[in-house]
């Protein structure tokens, strides 16, 4: 890409991530009319983070190989799975799949079944895991956004992130810059097509996707 195309894609990427910032009050005001009856929007929709991204994913990205980086109990590997996927849990912290959960659209309780198990690997994410998988998913991973983007710069995988602090980061955000921001440009100069999106919670609800760099 030349240095004109190039620029011109970065205010691009930046301009939607700054309509993205802007369009939070109005989104998840909208949001909490709908699923909370009046509760707390922040505490409420944050409890469904996991099945937001899964819809946004299987509407964005084909089912593929991936990795769900500090991905906990494992809810979010398991819908994907459920949905055609080949996830795998990478968290240090062991923790076992819940035995329910409540689905944010219809409001009811789904069981899981006692017997239902997702594939994991109990240790801290390692930048080869991505040279096995098509793409590599971190909600809310701390300490990883940056060595994601570097792993996924030199195995050509795809990342999905939503960041939210920079504790145990290689570099923080310059003043002025939010912690999204700088991911994106790091990513920008990486060659990755960026491509923001926002989920329907409030907090740390704006993400980045890029697909694997042609």
């Known amino acids: 890409m030349g ?25 998840v005001d ?33 089912p593929c190989r991936a990795v769900d980086i500090g991905g906990g109990k494992g809810l979010l590997t ?5 949905s055609g996927w080949d996830v795998t849990v990478v968290d240090p912290a062991y923790q076992e799949l819940p035995t329910k959960y409540k689905d944010f659209q219809s ?24 040279s096995e998988v098509d793409l590599l998913i971190g909600l809310h991973a701390h300490g990883c956004n940056v060595q994601v983007i570097d792993a996924c ?23 002025g810059a939010t912690w999204v921001g700088s991911l994106t440009d790091y990513a920008l100069r990486e060659g990755f097509d960026v491509r923001p999106f926002q989920l ?12 694997p760099k042609s």
């Not at 996991?50 to 084909?62: M, S």
């Not at 990342?159 to 145990?168: A, D, G, R, S, Y």
């Not at 609800?205 to 697909?211: D, E, K, L, T, V």
Request: one cysteine or more.
């Open 107 to 130: 409001k009811k309780r789904v069981i899981i079944a006692a017997d239902e198990k997702v594939p994991r690997v109990s240790r801290n994410f390692e930048p080869a895991m991505a």
């Open 3 to 27: 240095k004109k195309k190039t620029k011109a894609r970065k205010k691009e990427v930046y301009g939607q991530l700054l309509d993205l910032r802007q369009s939070i009050a109005e989104d």
């Open 78 to 82: 398991y819908l994907l799975n459920k």
């Open 30 to 62: 909208e949001i909490d009319d709908d699923f909370t009856a009046g509760q707390s929007g922040n505490t409420m929709m944050k409890k469904f983070r996991f099945q937001l991204l899964h819809e946004w994913l299987i509407a964005e990205v084909a």
């Open 200 to 211: 329907g919670f409030r907090g740390q609800n704006i993400g980045i996707y890029a697909p």
């Open 153 to 175: 710069t030199k195995y050509n995988t795809g990342f999905v992130l939503l960041p939210c602090c920079v504790i145990e980061e290689p570099f923080y955000p310059r003043r």
